[in-house]
């Protein structure tokens, strides 16, 4: 096979670049050191090139340079609170300078990032240890996992821990929480029912698509009928029902400790709403492991 052509550029450099290697691609560095003293960094964007180049490659030159500062961050994720909730609870930390804490509405959970440089004797460390603290003083009910930790992750570590694996069935969600734990070796059944279809009403004496948003004791054998069919430890079923621009969700959890049932309203309905529902069941779940845990 030819050398591609278009290849050639990257081995172009300017005369007042360096060039950085780059271990795990073909395309190196540039490190550009400009007559005012600043530095220009350039690094292939692939994070698995990325990273490595920046940490082995990047970092010690600066360091020889006497560049740079020392900084440390930290984020926590949040669950049941809004933004905004976040942003009232916090209130003047958010005003503060070093360190800096701000407030993000991500598809999945509401972060809250601390981030400081070093300050005299103070660390970046002991800065952002300080308003973590307060943070977790005021919001620490909510945090459910730190960076960017995702909930497939943070529940595949919670049922790996008790040695549990998961079957799931959910209820007018539109597939909503498969789509959210995702095709993990800790989920062993799960099912997805529109919540007019006959099996929605399979159990008993109150329909699932009835006004009642309790969660009954049909929801309840779902959970156990999922758990039976899985061959898992927990069974989830979760149904997610539109009321009037909001989506009401009922949960039941089975568990070898017990069950537990759940009613949360989430704001929106459609996509949005069901996406919210099955947040809100990993909610609820990570809850009841955290409890079953010795």
């Known amino acids: 096979m030819s050398f591609p052509e278009l290849n050639l550029k990257q081995a172009w450099l300017i005369p007042s670049a360096v060039a950085l290697p780059n271990p795990n691609g073909t395309a190196p560095g540039w ?49 049941g609170i809004g933004e905004s909730q976040v942003a009232d609870v916090l209130g003047e930390l958010l005003r503060a300078a070093n360190p800096t804490v701000a407030t993000y509405a991500r598809a999945e959970a509401v972060d809250v990032r601390i981030s400081a440089v070093a300050a005299g004797s103070r660390s970046a460390d002991a800065l952002v240890e300080a308003a973590a603290a307060v943070v977790l003083e005021r919001l620490g009910g909510h945090v459910w996992a730190t960076g960017e930790t995702t909930w497939s992750q943070a529940l595949g570590a919670r049922l790996g821990a008790l040695g549990w694996t998961l079957a799931a069935v959910e209820i007018g969600t539109g597939g909503s929480v498969h789509a959210l734990f995702g095709d993990t070796s800790w989920v062993r059944f799960t099912e997805s029912i529109s919540a007019d279809a006959p099996a929605a009403a399979a159990y008993g004496r109150a329909p699932l698509g009835s006004d009642d948003d309790e969660p ?26 539109p009321r009037t621009g909001d989506t009401a969700v009922s949960i039941a959890i089975v568990t070898p400790g017990g069950e537990r049932r759940v009613r949360r309203v989430v704001f929106l309905t459609g996509p949005m709403g069901r996406s919210r529902a099955a947040l809100a069941a990993a909610a609820v779940l990570l ?4 409890e079953s845990a010795p």
């Open 31 to 79: 490190l550009v050191s400009r007559p005012d003293g600043r530095v220009v960094v350039a690094l292939p964007g692939p994070p698995r090139e990325m990273r490595p180049m920046w940490s082995d490659q990047v970092l010690p030159r600066l360091r020889r340079a006497g560049l740079g500062a020392q900084v440390a961050t930290r984020t926590y994720r949040l669950a």
């Open 287 to 290: 809850e009841s492991l955290d």
């Open 216 to 241: 009954s004791d049909d929801l309840v054998r779902f959970a156990q009928r999922a758990r039976e069919l899985g061959g898992a430890e927990v069974g989830l079923a979760v149904r997610a029902r």
